[in-house]
Every structure is written in C-alpha cells, then in structure tokens.
C-alpha cells in the first residue's frame, strides 16, 4: 500500500502540477504565456501526463481514478506487476489520486501566487484549478466526458496489444488528441481526481476575490468519467 500510495501521489502531482499550471499560464494576468491558446492547454496537459507516468511508473501510473475502475472491470488481474486487484489496492489508488490531485494545485496556486492576484475574473481563477462547461447542460456534459473518458480508457486498455512499444509517449498523444477534439464542450476533466482534487484546493487557499468552487457542478466530472471507464472496461472484458 506504501508503494502505491508514494508513487500514485507522486506522479498525479506532477500532472495536475504541469496540467493545471499550463492554465494558469494561458489565462491568469501578467504571465508570460498568457493568451497562448487551446493548443498550448492540450500540449501541456499531454506532457504534464508523459511526466506523471514517468515519475509513478512502478504502480503502473494509473494517475486517475477512471483508468483504476476501467482496469479493475477489465479482468486484468493485477493493477501493475506484483500488485492484484483487491478492494484494499483500489481504495488505495484512489486515495493516492485525490491527494497527488490536490497537492499538484496547491503547487500551482503558489507557483503563481502574485498573478493569481492580479486576476479578477472569478471564472478564469476557477478554470485554473478545475472543469467548466461551455454550455452548462448536464446531461450532456455528462455525456460529453463519458465519450472522452471511454476514448481515454479503452485505448490504454488496448495500449498493451500495439506491437510498438511507445510508452508514456502513447498516453499523453492520447490525451492532447481527446483534448483537442472532445475537450470543448466541458474542458475534458476525464479523471474525477484532477477535477476533484483541484476543486477542494480552490475553495480551501487565499485567493483574493476567488468566489465559489461551483460545487453544483462538481458531480458532472465525476460521474461521467466513470460511467465512461466503466463502459471501456466492459468492453474490453467482453474480448474488444
């Protein structure tokens, strides 16, 4: 559990860490990046998951609670090798996800604490930490990230029968492909800890003028992500 716990929290810091501040960088005032696109957001969110599998590569790097629920429904067996898939593991990476999650936002929130500041809008202060819909609708937005959380799921699922070899590569061109062609509708959360984690960080630091964590909201990138893992893990169990 150790071991789970210490990488998990590692490597999901580091890609909420990477993923959240490329945001920050994009729309908080007076950064050197500011205005750099939705590309900018894509790329950087691909690289910040290149970088979390990387550092939590020996508890297979899950670094979202939707990849652990698809592989446990799969008929994997193991979450990683020497680690089965038993309630006390799951309850493990979950736990282990939330924490790196929220921890990788504080990091951001300090990382950019003067431009934080100088932001007013209240929306752009919250995008950094957490998802928004473009049109709040949500049974569709639910439906928005439970396509773009099967996408994610299913592929890594089926990563494993590539005969190319490609890595935490293969996994973060996953992730700046669904983000540059499902990510407009909801901000493509597709992991409830890096929606989650960075919510709670939001409504518990000292952002002058910060507002509310839109907790009305917060069931959307949750639910989603994991009725989409679910439907991926399904998939694969039945031989796809």
């Not at 698809?70 to 799951?90: K, N, Q």
């Not at 990476?93 to 604490?113: D, H, K, N, Q, S």
């Not at 061109?173 to 669904?178: M, S």
Request: hydrophobic content about 50%; aromatic content about 10%; overall charge neutral.
């Amino acid at each position: 559990m150790g071991t789970i716990m210490i990488y998990e929290i590692m490597g999901t810091a580091m890609l909420t860490l990477l993923g959240c501040g490329v945001v920050a960088n994009h729309t908080l005032a007076k950064t050197g990046g500011h205005g750099g696109g939705p590309l900018m957001i894509h790329w950087g969110w691909g690289l910040g998951v290149f970088v979390g599998v990387y550092a939590a590569y020996k508890t297979g790097a899950h670094l979202n609670p939707a990849v652990t629920i698809g592989l446990a429904v799969s008929g994997a067996g193991e979450y990683a090798p020497g680690i089965p898939i038993t309630v006390g593991t799951t309850l493990a990476y979950f736990a282990a996800e939330m924490i790196g999650a929220f921890l990788g936002a504080v990091f951001v929130w300090l990382a950019y604490r003067n431009h934080y500041d100088q932001t007013e809008d209240q929306a752009t202060v919250l995008g950094t930490f957490s998802t928004a819909p473009g049109i709040r609708s949500y049974g569709w937005n639910v439906l928005t990230e439970i396509i773009a959380t099967f996408v994610l799921v299913f592929i890594i699922l089926n990563f494993g029968n590539t005969p190319v070899d490609l890595g935490p590569l293969a996994v973060a061109l996953l992730v700046v492909a669904i983000g540059a062609s499902l990510g407009g509708p909801t901000g493509y959360a597709i992991n409830p800890a890096r929606d989650l984690g960075p919510r709670i960080a939001h409504a518990l630091v000292p952002i002058k003028g910060k507002g509310g964590s839109d907790w009305s909201y917060a069931w959307v990138p949750i639910v989603g992500p994991v009725i989409g893992a679910i439907i991926a893990g399904l998939v694969v169990l039945m031989g796809f």
